[in-house]
């Protein structure tokens, strides 16, 4: 899980914070065997973001906030992000349903 983590993120730094396909089938990997995996969710979340896909975004990070314990630190990022959209988007997080990945 760990080579697929470094994988991803190497390439995710590489193009500038841009989730490419290799990097999104790297984070894949990781969710094939850990499916609840924060790093590998978030980032998929991101990439979800970066496809013009905010609503998924939202999803995804629902679903981590709802699944992360209280003392994770993704919890401050994933909330920071879904503040950060639900301003962009004027729209209540609590309207988003969480999902789960979906691969």
Do not use: C
């Amino acid at each position: 899980i760990s080579n697929w983590h470094a994988l991803a993120e190497t390439i995710i730094q590489a193009n500038n914070g841009r989730i490419t396909g290799e990097a999104q089938k790297a984070l894949e990997n990781v969710l094939r065997y850990r499916p609840d995996d924060p790093k590998a969710v978030y980032f998929m979340g991101l990439a979800r973001l970066q496809n013009k896909e905010p609503r998924k975004a939202m999803a995804l990070w629902r679903y981590l906030e709802q699944t992360l314990s209280a003392e994770d630190p993704w919890l401050a990022v994933v909330h920071a992000r879904i503040s950060a959209l639900q301003d962009v988007l004027q729209l209540d997080p609590r309207a988003v349903k969480p999902q789960a990945p979906v691969l």
